[in-house]
C-alpha cells in the first residue's frame, strides 16, 4: 500500500516562509513525478509545482520564483519551499504522485490527505 503524508503546514504571516515535507512510503518501484496542489475553499485544485524523475520541473505562474520543489530520491520525499508568502496562498495544500508500484502495474496517482497552510495579513 503507498502512503503520502505531508507535513510542515501552519500559520504564516505575510511575507514569511514555510517549508513543506511529503514522504512516499509503500511498495514503490519507481517514480514517474511528484508534484503539489493546492485547493481553497470554492476553488478548483490548482497545480503549483511539479518535479520528474530525470529532475526537470514545472511551475505555476503564481508561484514561479516564490515556491521551490525539491526532493530526495533515496527517501522517496519531496519538499516545498514556499517565500514571499501571501494571504491569497491560503489553502489546502496536497501531495501527489505519478509511480509504479512494480514492473507489470500502470503508472497511477497517488494523493496525500492535505496539510491547511494560512497566511495572515
Known amino acids: 500500500q503507498v502512503q503520502l503524508v505531508e507535513s510542515g503546514g501552519g500559520l504564516v504571516q505575510a511575507g514569511g516562509s514555510l517549508r513543506l515535507s511529503c514522504a512516499a512510503s509503500?511498495?514503490?518501484?519507481?517514480?514517474?513525478?511528484m508534484a503539489w496542489y493546492r485547493q481553497a475553499p470554492g476553488k478548483e485544485r490548482e497545480m503549483l509545482a511539479r518535479?520528474?524523475?530525470?529532475?526537470?520541473?514545472n511551475y505555476a505562474n503564481s508561484v514561479r520564483g516564490r515556491f521551490t520543489i525539491s526532493r530526495d530520491n533515496a527517501k522517496n520525499t519531496v519538499s516545498l519551499q514556499m517565500n514571499s508568502l501571501k494571504p491569497e496562498d491560503t489553502a489546502v495544500y496536497y501531495c501527489?504522485?505519478?509511480?509504479?508500484?512494480?514492473?507489470?502495474?500502470?503508472?497511477?496517482?497517488?494523493w496525500g490527505q492535505g496539510t491547511q497552510v494560512t497566511v495572515s495579513s
Open positions: 501527489n504522485a505519478n509511480l509504479r508500484v512494480r514492473i507489470d502495474s500502470p503508472l497511477s496517482n497517488y
Open positions: 509503500g511498495s514503490i518501484l519507481s517514480i514517474f513525478f
Open positions: 518535479m520528474f524523475s530525470d529532475g526537470s520541473t
